[in-house]
């Protein structure tokens, strides 16, 4: 959400410092009770790509940059 351009409605960063990720710029996912909400406020779609394996999950968002 933070490269991608859209408002970020709801985050909860996690409880320990993750030294590879400036702060903000990562995010806690934890079933129902704690999520990632965001809202695409610009005129143009974003796509949701996903990934994953059996360590890890990745999640982009792509769209066309605004100035």
Do not use: M
Request: proline share 3%; hydrophobic share 30%; net charge negative.
């Amino acid at each position: 959400a933070y490269f991608a351009g859209v408002d970020l409605v709801e985050h909860q960063e996690h409880s320990y410092y993750i030294s590879r990720y400036p702060a903000g710029r990562e995010a806690t996912v934890s079933g129902n009770d704690i999520d990632v909400k965001f809202r695409n406020d610009g005129s143009t779609p974003v796509q949701i790509q996903t990934e994953w394996t059996s360590g890890s999950v990745t999640v982009r968002l792509v769209g066309i940059q605004r100035y």
